[in-house]
Structures are given as structure tokens and as C-alpha cells.
């Protein structure tokens, strides 16, 4: 992972869909990778400079090519 969150705020962060799940760091093909997956829906959050973006619309859907995240 090329970013590192605090243990105790990993905790506290989840998906602002209505679930509200944990996430997990890195994505599904990519553990590394610059982003957080949400345990339930399997959105994609990416990791810009070391800040997780959670918003809906910057999400990556799961059943799009969640290879890679990408910050424009």
C-alpha cells in the first residue's frame, strides 16, 4: 500500500452509501493499490496525497474495471 491511513481511522471510515460498511484498503485485484473497497457494495474509493475521497460520484462501481484508480 503506497499510502498508510491510522489504524483507528480505518476503523471509524465506511461507505457514505445507506449501508454505511467498512472499507478495506487496496482494491480486489490490486491490495497495493491507492484505495479503499467498501465490504459491502465493493465500490472503489480512491487515495489522493494520503486523503481517502468518499464521495459516491469519485467512486469506482464494482462491476467496472476496478484494475486500477485513477486520480484526474
Not at 460498511?21 to 487496496?26: E, F
Amino acid at each position: 500500500m503506497a499510502f498508510t491511513l491510522d489504524a483507528q481511522l480505518l476503523e471509524i471510515l465506511a461507505c457514505p452509501s445507506p449501508d454505511h460498511a467498512p472499507l478495506r484498503p487496496g482494491t480486489p485485484g490490486d491490495p497495493a493499490a491507492d484505495a479503499l473497497t467498501c465490504t459491502s457494495c465493493g465500490r472503489i474509493f480512491p487515495v489522493r496525497d494520503g486523503i481517502p475521497v468518499l464521495l459516491l460520484d469519485e467512486a469506482t462501481e464494482p462491476d467496472s474495471s476496478g484494475a486500477s484508480v485513477s486520480g484526474a
